[in-house]
């Protein structure tokens, strides 16, 4: 079944370049781990050790870490209390162990969530959406066919080159990546971005928009990136 705009709006905002550590000293079990949260969008480093754990995540400074509580070399519980000492980086931690004693424990060391096995990779991955948006550690770039649009510097980049726009382009792009698939008329996007009072008869939209084409799209005959949706406006790619 297609993925709806609305689901695809969540998706990306949830996970695009969030980056996830999973860590299991099971080799099958993080990397079914990893596919399902790939598929989710986001990018997974992966250890199977305690120290490489911290390892990686001194070095890729991961947006969460997902901790199995039986490792070699460094147990879950130390690798948390190192983590929690060093970053705020939110913690979910997976563990055979099922008392409430272990999950206090785990916890205590600083967990934001813990997860038994077994379980379902669809419920982990959903937690994981959930606990990046309560640490407010959601996305703050949209990606599409080669375009990055950093919501946070205001920048846009094509195949990683920067790509100038004008506060008025960006605006538009960023409102447009916001909610894909979405269709917009003209007055819905000059009111969006412009605020109330925006003359939208004029065809300052289209001539933004023809500048976005311009300047991001492959093909500005037939643009891929910000569709014409006839009779109604302009929607970008789901």
Not at 20 to 35: C, F, H, K, P
Not at 145 to 150: E, N, P, R, V
Not at 155 to 182: K, Q
Request: proline fraction near 5%; aromatic fraction near 4%; include cysteine.
């Amino acid at each position: 079944m297609k993925e709806s705009p609305q689901a695809a709006s969540a998706r990306l905002t949830d996970s695009m370049k969030c980056r996830v550590l999973v860590v299991d000293d099971n080799a099958r079990t993080r990397e079914a781990i990893a596919l399902y949260l790939q598929h989710a969008g986001y990018v997974v480093d992966l250890a199977g050790t305690g120290p490489d754990a911290l390892a990686s995540a001194a070095t890729n400074q991961p947006d969460l870490v997902v901790l199995d509580l039986m490792l070699p070399g460094l147990d879950g519980l130390d690798v948390c209390r190192t983590l929690r000492a060093r970053t705020d980086v939110p913690i979910i931690m997976v563990t055979a162990k099922t008392t409430e004693e272990d999950k206090l424990e785990g916890l205590r060391s600083g967990a934001d969530d813990y997860v038994t096995k077994p379980f379902s990779p669809r419920e982990l991955v959903a937690r994981v959406g959930t606990v990046l948006r309560r640490a407010g550690r959601t996305a703050r770039v949209i990606s599409a066919a080669g375009i990055d649009i950093d919501l946070t510097s205001r920048e846009v980049r094509r195949d990683g080159e920067v790509v100038p726009t004008t506060p008025a382009e960006f605006r538009l792009l960023e409102i447009l990546a916001s909610s894909p698939g979405r269709a917009w008329t003209r007055a819905d996007l000059a009111e969006r971005a412009f605020g109330h009072g925006y003359d939208a008869n004029d065809r300052t939209i289209d001539a933004h928009i023809m500048n976005l084409r311009r300047k991001l799209e492959r093909d500005r005959a037939k643009p891929d990136l910000i569709q014409t949706v006839f009779g109604v406006g302009y929607r970008f790619r789901s």
